[in-house]
């Protein structure tokens, strides 16, 4: 439940005014300085410590900018502890730690701040409310959030259209497309965020016809609106008209921008056509497109499922910068296309450019150690990953070891990992041991999978089991050549 926000008064005004008087602007200057060269959190600590010995540990914005500075080091308890010695802090300081839990994955402790806000007499004013409908969208509140548009009302900031924009895109995300609707039905003055604002929320919830017509009534189109369209269709399975769209962005003179051509990517990537994302590729290097991160594994992502594994390395190769998407994509494609050896090769590079693997990462390790019938490696792989990077198992980890297990012939050791799992043996785990029962001839261990096969519920997984080999690489979503 969020709290009412009280009336201002005036001597809530006159407080505030007071907090940030001349003398505290010139002090604020002068202690700005101080922040300039500040590099790391410990170094953050030492001006604090400054501040509090030089008596500026109450200037409010000094104090708000070292908050803003502990936000971008992710040190929220470090924040709090700042933000809870400050005698009446003024709303924009209150905005800096309802934003930074927002933005930091603590939204409720954001919504709760805000009550907190409200209930000791602090007015919110038109950046508050922004700040706390994130938060109220991030944990998906939408309950609060309307009460939090009530107190956009009452204190007078609901035809702000920044606010606007941002309730609009709450009840979109929230699937609550009625209230969405009628917010942008009664809106005085719409810009583009406000059109594309709606035409994304009804793509996100699948009303794409709706998104669509809402598209061409707009007077005026950005690149986001293009892009937000054309990857609406791309995800939707309507690749005809994602690129007609792309087509028509080019006849109006819209420059697309990375997204764009991520979003077509995955339409050729969805139909498995080399030759149109070969095509879009050859238009971002005509184009001048920098080989960023989300262009550079959106083609490494293309080339591989649709078939042209050296044309992913190349990608790879010419990359600047990679995310741990990226290092997980090549390694996954590199083992797919039956090269574990250069897959595992790559994971120790990625080892040695200091990325963190993931449990992403270790399935496509394993895998390709299953491929290459690597069971030393494969073993190592998986004891170092929750020894060395406290990564645990999942069910996805095991279906790998069990199958490399398998293939090597060491079934008493795969059906002992099995019955010692820190999970619940999933269907794919006992599909992967009676396939390699099947495989190796021993009836005996057959029998007995199967009997734990029986236990499951055969309504759901039953007949899975049952399967091919060549169904268990299909959940993998990989559809190579």
Not at 101 to 125: E, Q
Not at 336 to 355: Q, S
Not at 404 to 419: F, I, N, Q, S
Request: hydrophobic share 40%; proline share 3%.
């Amino acid at each position: 439940m969020v709290a009412c926000p009280a009336t201002t008064t005036v001597d809530a005004l006159h407080h505030n005014h007071l907090l940030i008087s001349r003398q505290s602007i010139s002090e604020s200057r002068e202690g700005l300085l101080i922040f300039q060269k500040c590099g790391s959190i410990k170094h953050l600590k030492q001006i604090h410590a400054h501040l509090l010995r030089t008596g500026l540990a109450h200037n409010p914005i000094l104090v708000t900018k070292l908050l803003t500075l502990c936000s971008s080091y992710r040190k929220l308890q470090y924040a709090t502890l700042i933000f809870n010695q400050m005698q009446n802090p003024p709303t924009f300081t209150w905005n800096v730690m309802i934003r930074a839990h927002t933005r930091n994955g603590s939204p409720t402790f954001a919504l709760l701040l805000y009550t907190l806000m409200l209930n000791r007499g602090v007015p919110p004013d038109k950046f508050t409310f922004p700040f706390v409908i994130k938060a109220c969208l991030n944990s998906f509140s939408v309950k609060e959030g309307k009460q939090v548009h009530a107190h956009v009302v009452k204190s007078q900031f609901a035809g702000d259209i920044f606010v606007q924009n941002t309730l609009m895109d709450l009840y979109l995300k929230c699937g609550d497309l009625e209230f969405a609707r009628l917010m942008f039905d009664k809106m005085r003055v719409r810009n583009v965020v406000s059109w594309t604002t709606m035409v994304s929320g009804l793509v996100f919830c699948g009303e794409l016809e709706t998104a669509s017509a809402i598209f061409e009534a707009m007077s005026v189109r950005n690149v986001v609106s293009w892009t937000t369209m054309v990857n609406g269709y791309a995800r939707n399975g309507r690749i005809q008209e994602a690129f007609e769209l792309f087509r028509r962005m080019q006849l109006e003179n819209v420059r697309p921008n990375e997204f764009t051509l991520v979003s077509l990517l995955l339409a050729c990537t969805e139909v498995g056509s080399l030759r149109l994302g070969s095509w879009i590729h050859e238009f971002a290097r005509k184009n001048g497109f920098e080989m960023g991160i989300f262009l550079g594994t959106a083609l490494i992502d293309m080339y591989s499922k649709c078939g042209s594994i050296d044309d992913a390395i190349k990608v790879f190769d010419q990359m600047p910068m990679r995310s741990l998407v990226t290092w997980n994509s090549m390694i996954t494609s590199l083992g797919v296309h039956g090269r574990g050896n250069k897959a595992i090769a790559l994971f120790g590079e990625m080892e040695k450019a200091k990325v963190k693997p993931d449990e992403i990462t270790f399935i496509g390790v394993l895998s390709a150690c299953v491929n290459e019938c690597m069971v030393d490696k494969g073993y190592g792989f998986f004891i170092n990953m929750t020894k060395h990077y406290g990564i645990k198992p999942t069910v996805g980890h095991y279906v790998c070891m069990v199958d490399l297990l398998g293939r090597a012939g060491m079934l008493d050791e795969a059906y002992e990992l099995v019955k010692n799992m820190t999970v619940e043996p999933h269907v794919d785990v006992w599909g992967a041991l009676l396939r390699a029962c099947k495989t190796n001839g021993n009836i005996k261990l057959e029998e007995v999978v199967y009997k734990h096969i029986l236990e499951l519920d055969s309504s759901k997984e039953g007949h899975v089991i049952c399967n091919s080999a060549q169904q268990q690489l299909q959940c993998f979503g990989w559809e190579v050549g």
